[in-house]
């Protein structure tokens, strides 16, 4: 059949021509003279029989309104069929930094197009296909009357007694009705439609400055390279020793382990608990002063920076369809199993525990950083991600927080603004004052983003709200554009300091100027309404060091029994008499006042009771 267009790939879909503008063959008779069949014969005389009443004009004005009104009917059911059909996600839809769509359930199967064009094309008409549905998630809005949509932020309590950061009230959707509007399709990635990363066998160690065995070392000319945002691009991001991640590359786990967060294609809530060092590590640098011997002479591992905090308000449909896994090291996997009964079914709570090894880092809050910002690399079919620090604790469920503020936004990254700094200078002082980091360290990635052209926050920004981050939460759709940002994000905390506030604007804007895309920032007091933060481990124990001591609270011994009104005495509680015969002991004390009884002798004996 020609006008068909000619197949481009494998998934049954057609090019331009084919897709969306197929124009039907006229049907046309052949020049073959055989011998007429009976039907045909009677067709004939049918013809005939009604050219003999009308006219030839009228019997072809007939025919074609006829023809007309079958083409008509035909596309209408057509349409309908199609607009009573529900968008659905193909499964051949995975985002792992691609966007690969199968046309075959979007369209009907090529069998069934045969059919429908050579039933059509005997008409003897044209017939120009619509296009297909959009395949991208484009938002919704709530109805005008619905609570949420004109929920306004009510004012803070005036409590003077309390100055610092509070949560405050978030209009959250039911649990079901947030998840009867997660979306079915991906959101739109502008620009960049296919990831890939680079993996290097050998190690390329030369470069400027900066990187790791983990993340690779990219000059600064492959850093350039890689804000030029295109449609399709290879970057550095993690895990360069090999191809899949987590398989000698690096924070390496368990292939069983890898099997199962390969499963996980809907919403992974992911967290993290590091020590300082692993056994492996510690076995290597033995001589780190912070390690310690225990009384056998075996090495002892840190303890971890943070307890495991079971999520709280969790929906029994987010509990059979999240995923919620939890990141360890060894060292805390040792305390878990100790304090919190961790066994071979690999749960605490909810958590799915998963223990790294081969950290590629001495320093634990580094560690952190490979699961919060390359969490699409470790779980390459997960749809959404929701990234929580260690130190937090998840108290609204995950379908509620993402329909807040992601869907209802039409956003694919969305992360809380710093509730007290908004400029990156102020926040690099803020970290050489509280030791975060080397300050050196710090001033040398400052000066070099400032010879770049970054400068002091300011309201000639707008509509970015602030350039400091808190970083603890991390909300994220996994299409090729947000997987990009988080990549180049962790470069730039691999290439300079680990205070990812800092380096969170830089890259922001660099990849905002080349693609329209930008991130959502929320408040900080929204935040706080979905996670409560506590204090690191070690926080804890000197917190609990610096206690006075708790007072005694056991209940006073009970009052001695009250004395008899008359005392009776017996012979042993006399006194005894002494040779000048005055009674020896302690006299008793005279009463004075109202009880001391007059009398004309100065004292009185006892009387005695009669034996």
């Known amino acids: 059949m020609t006008g068909l267009g ?21 049907h046309t008779t052949t020049t073959n003279r055989t011998k007429p069949s009976k039907m045909h014969k009677e067709r004939e005389g049918f013809v005939h029989w009604i050219c003999k009443f009308a006219g030839r004009k009228k019997v072809g004005m007939l025919l074609l309104f006829l023809i007309s009104a079958v083409v008509f009917l035909r596309v209408l059911y057509a349409g309908k069929g199609e607009d009573g059909q529900e968008v659905q996600v193909p499964p051949s839809l995975h985002f792992n930094g691609t966007s690969v769509v199968n046309h075959s359930i979007l369209l009907p199967t090529n069998e069934d197009q045969n059919v429908n064009i050579r039933n059509i094309s005997t008409l003897g008409t044209h017939v120009i296909l619509s296009p297909p549905p959009p395949i991208h998630f484009l938002g919704y809005t709530l109805p005008q009357g619905h609570p949420c949509h004109t929920f306004t932020l009510p004012p803070p309590p005036a409590d003077r007694k309390r100055t610092g950061p509070r949560p405050c009230p978030v209009c959250y959707l039911p649990v079901e009705e947030a998840v009867a509007l997660m979306p079915n399709a991906p959101s739109f990635s502008p620009l960049l439609k296919n990831l890939t990363y680079i993996h290097e066998d050998p190690l ?56 199962e967060m390969q499963q996980c294609r809907g919403i992974v809530v992911a967290s993290a608990v590091f020590g300082k060092l692993s056994s492996h590590d510690t076995y290597l640098i033995s001589c780190c002063q912070f390690l310690c011997v ?35 090291d060894e060292g805390t996997e040792s305390i878990l199993k100790r304090e919190r009964g961790l066994n071979g079914n690999k749960k605490v709570g909810i958590w799915r525990v998963v223990v790294v090894h081969n950290l590629p880092y001495l320093d634990g809050r580094r560690n952190g950083k490979v699961p919060k910002l390359l969490v699409h690399r470790l779980f390459p079919n997960a749809r959404y991600s929701l990234w929580i620090d260690g130190k937090l604790e998840l108290v609204v469920d995950p379908h509620q927080i993402l329909e807040r503020f992601l869907w209802r936004k039409n956003a694919t ?38 010879n770049e052209g970054l400068t002091p926050y300011s309201v000639a920004k707008l509509p970015i709200t602030s350039d400091v ?11 090729p554009i947000s997987n990009l940002f988080t990549c180049l994000w962790f470069n730039e905390v691999d290439r300079f300091t ?3 506030q800092i380096s969170f604007s830089t890259v922001r804007d660099k990849i905002a100027a080349k693609a329209n895309w930008t991130v959502s920032m929320f408040l900080d007091c929204e935040r706080r309404n979905f996670v409560v933060q506590r204090y690191h481990r070690a926080e804890q124990e000197r917190i609990a060091r610096r206690k006075p001591p708790v007072p005694n609270l056991s209940p006073p011994p009970p009052p001695p029994a009250p004395l008899p009104a008359t005392p009776v005495l017996i012979s042993s509680d006399l006194p005894r008499k002494v040779p000048s015969g005055r009674a020896g002991g302690t006299r008793s004390p005279r009463r004075r006042g109202r009880g001391r009884r007059s009398s004309p002798r100065g004292n009185r004996k006892a009387n005695l009771p009669v034996l």
């Open 6 to 26: 000619v197949r481009s790939s494998s998934y049954g879909s057609l090019d331009k021509t084919g897709l969306y503008a197929v124009v039907l063959p006229i």
């Open 204 to 259: 390329n160690r030369e470069t400027e400055f900066g990187g790791s065995d983990f993340g690779g070392y990219p000059t600064l000319k492959h850093r350039n390279h890689s804000f030029d945002i295109k449609e399709t691009m290879t970057v550095h991001c993690g895990f360069v020793k090999g191809p899949q991640p987590g398989r000698n590359t690096g924070f390496d786990i368990d292939e069983a382990d890898l099997l």
């Open 294 to 328: 225990s009384d056998e002479g075996s090495f002892s591992f840190p303890d971890a920076f943070d307890d495991v905090k079971a999520p709280k308000n969790i929906s029994k449909y987010s509990e059979e369809t999240v995923c919620f896994y939890m990141f360890v």
């Open 413 to 450: 990254f969305a992360i809380s603004r710093h509730y007290r700094r908004f400029d990156v200078f102020v926040e690099a002082e803020a970290n050489k004052a509280a030791g975060k980091y080397d300050n050196a360290s710090i001033d040398f990635q400052v000066e070099f983003y400032k």
């Open 469 to 479: 981050p808190e970083g603890c939460v991390i909300l994220r759709e996994h299409v």
């Open 498 to 500: 680990s205070r990812d």
